[in-house]
């Protein structure tokens, strides 16, 4: 129940990618028949990767090693490009860390960045984006939907603002690709954001998006791989696994998705039948993988660490998971006190989840629930 921090690769792609360990490991830069070999597969993998999001042209996707450093070639490459037209940046109050560490690092360097509230559900609204634009804007980035909530981002309408406005337009693509149909064109996208290991993918590789015309400034100098935007020898088993699970996503994303909204909400109507038990994001417009609760009274450490004795793996936005002693960043941004806030509980569908498994879940978090809050004293002072 923790495919929101890690997945399995499936099966076809680990048999895809093992080939290019041991017997199929040229470089894609060398001339002999092995270097060609990993320069038709990096090529495929392309292909298929820019597929998966609409891409008109597969030389748009630059293969990175995870989404973290393909938020950071976004929005420094694109900040450093286009600082002689402005300083400004906007973005969401619910971005991932990856995004919002790296935009207070800009803050230090001479630019401003406007966080845009959610409301209660972590929602955004365009017309805030809209409003909060100047004629120093340079750069909007908002997630597609926060893999923490699942809520679901109204992408389109806000690429709508930023293309009006031609004002260049980062998404964070990691918690919805290979979950919900994305389509760059359609979104007016410029940038965006993937991970391999979030569609089914090996952990250590990432993609970026970067609509052709649109310049940055690259980070990562080298040998000029990947068109220039980041050297380094390219990653072909990772490259080869995430083209793989593009190309699955693309056959089977549609009858997964609605498999796992089945299970999502089975989760979801069961455990709001306790007493203090409050789904966070919005109900429908959220991922299929997604039933992220706060229950009153008790923190979510404890209930993962219950979890896991009985064998149940899941994620809470509070100090566990954080490794901070602040709660979530986003549970804050959408209103909830801190005691509220410490009270989360993610659980993440993925393709290897059964109704076996949600059954489980569905007996053993009321039941860890009862027993914690027994234990607790705002509980008993209610």
């Known amino acids: 129940m923790d495919y929101g921090s890690a997945s399995p690769v499936e099966k076809r792609v680990l048999e895809a990618m093992m080939p290019f360990f041991d017997t199929d490991v040229g470089n894609a830069s060398s001339l002999h028949s092995s270097g060609r070999k990993a320069k038709r597969e990096l090529e495929n993998a392309r292909a298929s990767v820019a597929k998966l999001i609409g891409a008109p042209n597969?030389?748009?996707i630059i293969f990175t090693s995870c989404a973290t450093e393909s938020n950071n070639l976004a929005l420094r490459?694109?900040?450093?490009?286009?600082k002689d037209k402005g300083n400004h940046i906007i973005t969401t109050s619910i971005e991932h860390m990856s995004v919002m560490n790296t935009l207070k690092d800009l803050e230090r360097n001479g630019f401003e960045v406007t966080y845009i509230p959610v409301d209660k559900d972590g929602l955004v609204s365009p017309q805030q984006v809209k409003n909060a634009i100047t004629e120093k804007t340079i750069l909007i980035s908002v997630m597609y939907a926060n893999g923490e909530i699942g809520t679901i981002q109204p992408i389109s309408?806000?690429?709508?603002?930023?293309?009006?406005?031609?004002?260049?337009?980062?998404?964070?693509?990691?918690?919805?690709?290979?979950?919900?149909?994305?389509?760059v064109e359609k979104d007016h996208i410029d940038f965006l954001t993937l991970s391999s290991n979030d569609i089914g993918g090996a952990k250590g590789t990432g993609a970026l998006y970067i609509k052709q015309g649109i310049r940055v400034i690259p980070f990562m100098l080298g040998g000029g791989q990947e068109f220039g935007m980041r050297s380094g020898s390219e990653n072909i088993p990772g490259i080869v696994a995430m083209g793989k699970a593009a190309e699955i996503?693309?056959?089977?994303?549609?009858d997964e998705s609605l498999r796992l909204v089945r299970l999502r909400d089975r989760i979801i109507d069961n455990l709001l039948k306790t007493e203090y038990t409050y789904l966070t994001g919005h109900r429908t417009k959220r991922l299929p993988n997604n039933a992220s609760f706060r229950f009153s009274f008790?923190?979510?450490?404890?209930?993962?660490?219950?979890?896991n004795d009985l064998g149940i793996t899941a994620s809470t936005g509070s100090a566990?998971?954080?490794?901070?002693?602040?709660?979530?960043?986003?549970?804050?941004?959408?209103?909830?006190?801190?005691?509220?806030?410490?009270?989360?509980?993610?659980?993440?569908?993925?393709?290897?989840?059964?109704?076996?498994?949600?059954?489980?879940?569905?007996?053993?978090?009321?039941?860890?629930?009862?027993?914690?809050?027994?234990?607790?004293?705002?509980?008993?002072?209610?």
């Open 249 to 254: 996503a693309i056959k089977e994303m549609t």
């Open 77 to 82: 490459g694109a900040a450093m490009r286009y």
């Open 58 to 60: 597969p030389k748009s």
């Open 157 to 183: 309408e806000i690429g709508e603002v930023a293309s009006e406005k031609k004002i260049v337009f980062h998404v964070d693509g990691t918690a919805a690709c290979g979950k919900i149909p994305v389509d």
């Open 298 to 307: 008790i923190e979510g450490e404890s209930i993962i660490l219950q979890l």
């Open 320 to 382: 566990c998971s954080t490794k901070t002693l602040q709660p979530s960043h986003v549970l804050i941004a959408m209103g909830l006190r801190h005691e509220e806030a410490h009270g989360s509980l993610l659980l993440t569908l993925g393709r290897a989840s059964t109704q076996e498994d949600v059954d489980h879940v569905i007996e053993s978090v009321p039941m860890i629930v009862s027993k914690l809050r027994e234990l607790s004293p705002l509980y008993s002072r209610k």
